[in-house]
């Protein structure tokens, strides 16, 4: 059966917290696609712990977000971040645009 694909913002203390939630819903119909954090040790051992391979883990979330197109976001930063970063996650994709053509 196809998973969901999740993308967790900030590999802090409660990005594990909800990262270990995720993999203990029964059926394990989420998968930890791709992660991002700012500080390279949170990237590395978020990564290594859950099993996110090296090439979807990003340094800028924005990017993240472009490139892996998850199915949902779990935004885990500092509450004056979460703002920003929900917006953009909630922002349509440039190569998900479903604008007719003539
Ligand atoms: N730790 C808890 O038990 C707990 C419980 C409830 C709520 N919270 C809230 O959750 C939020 C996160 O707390 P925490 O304990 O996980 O903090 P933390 O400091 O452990 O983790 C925050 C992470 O965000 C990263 N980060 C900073 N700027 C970023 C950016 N622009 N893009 C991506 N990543 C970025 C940092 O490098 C760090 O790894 C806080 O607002 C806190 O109040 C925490």
Redesign the pocket.
């Known amino acids: 059966m196809a998973k969901y694909r999740s993308a967790i ?7 594990r917290v909800h990262a270990r939630g995720w993999l203990d819903v029964p059926g394990q119909p989420t998968e930890l696609a791709a992660c ?4 390279p040790d ?1 990237r590395r051992e978020f990564g290594d712990f859950f099993g996110i391979p090296p090439e979807h883990r990003y340094a800028d ?1 924005r990017e993240m977000l472009d490139k892996e197109r998850p199915n949902f976001v779990d935004v ?4 004056r ?1 979460h703002a920003e970063m929900t917006i953009a996650a909630a922002a349509p994709r440039p190569s998900s645009a479903r604008i007719p053509w003539p």
């Open positions: 913002i900030a590999c802090g203390t409660i990005g991002a954090d700012t500080h949170a979330y885990c930063s500092w509450h971040q």
